[in-house]
């Protein structure tokens, strides 16, 4: 599976911005991951089948919701502050369900998009 991420770019603290990303064929848990700059990548927010994960570093200002018939994945986010500015990947599991525990892991998933950034000015 293919996945496309779209969306990022500047934005100014406080602001709202929403990332997309289709993907080429079925999935079932899709997330967010996001990388700042000389940071690690963590992991920012994940759905599958309604249900919903988020980072309490995200948890009440970014949305992660997912349109089946077009197979894209969204965040939405809302307050956004300057700490949030990262590359913003998507990422998919195609091949099995994969358990709400392992989500967090990068390892659980096996399609990575190429990243859209996102910057916050102060």
């Known amino acids: 599976v293919q996945l496309q991420a779209s969306g990022g770019g500047l934005v100014h603290t406080g602001d709202s911005l929403r990332v997309s990303c289709t993907a080429s064929g079925r999935t079932y848990v899709m997330a967010w991951f996001r990388q700042a700059p000389g940071k690690e990548r963590e992991f920012a927010a994940a759905?599958?089948?309604?249900?919903?994960n988020y980072a309490s570093s995200v948890k009440g200002r970014f949305t992660i919701s997912k349109d089946n018939a077009k197979n894209t994945v969204y965040l939405q986010m809302n307050s956004l502050k300057p700490e949030d500015t990262a590359v913003y990947y998507c990422?998919?599991?195609?091949?099995?369900?994969?358990?709400?525990?392992?989500?967090?892991?990068?390892?659980?998933?096996?399609?990575w998009g190429q990243g859209t950034l996102v910057t916050v000015s102060s």
């Open positions: 759905i599958d089948s309604g249900t919903r």
């Open positions: 990422a998919a599991r195609s091949t099995r369900r994969v358990i709400l525990s392992e989500w967090p892991s990068a390892r659980s998933y096996d399609s």
